[in-house]
């Protein structure tokens, strides 16, 4: 037999090596795992999030006045609970709590607390009649059957007046409320069936909530107002 010369063989040794590189990387193509395709742009969703991250209890307020609520001194004010509608609040010291001004209605629930301003008695208009007396804190619960829902009062008032102006805000355990000023002053919001209200005996006119001092202690009273038990 005739004997191969070495360049013969070294030639085949390069054919055979080749071809067992290509099968290998034929095996290894087939075997990759696929690399999902996203379209659009968008990348995959991880973890199960949901799209937007939303929070179903997040309530959009206005953070510069929600600020000012945490930012603002109620050091020296005194404290009034009521075991009967189930709140406590701060209100400022010259409000007279041993007066309190009551006014109930039965068929409406209604209970309607009131205490007077020993130190702000002014000139002020009421139904069209002028008087002269002290400014009036109150707080007032009555059935929300029958009368209007914080949003259509909103409105209602808004389409009365072109200076009228309402801020959304957080009162006592996160629950959605309004701060307004314009038709009348005041905090409003409502729960379990109810409206409630804490306002003054003061007409405002003006476009902007802080115009005049005297109303900056509602910033004090939304800070801490609060219900007994959890409302969330």
Partial sequence: MKQLSTRTIAIISLIAIAILALGVFVIQD???TPIPVVENGEEENQGGEEDGNTNPNEVDVDENVMAMVEAYDVSDW???????LGFSVKVPSTFNLNDPRVYEDKEWELKNICFPDNQDVQHYQNE????????????????LEGNMTT???MNAWKNSSNQFVSYDITISHNIPAKLYFGYSNGITFDLDNYHWSIQDSYSFNSSTVFDDVSNLYY????????????KE
């Fill in 30 to 32: 087939h075997t990759k």
């Fill in 219 to 230: 910033l004090g009273i939304i800070k801490t107002f609060e219900f007994f038990d959890s």
């Fill in 78 to 84: 005194q404290i009034y609970s009521n075991e009967e």
């Fill in 151 to 153: 949003e259509e009062l």
């Fill in 128 to 143: 069209g009649e002028e008087n002269t007396g002290p400014r009036l804190l109150c707080f007032r619960k009555a059935i």
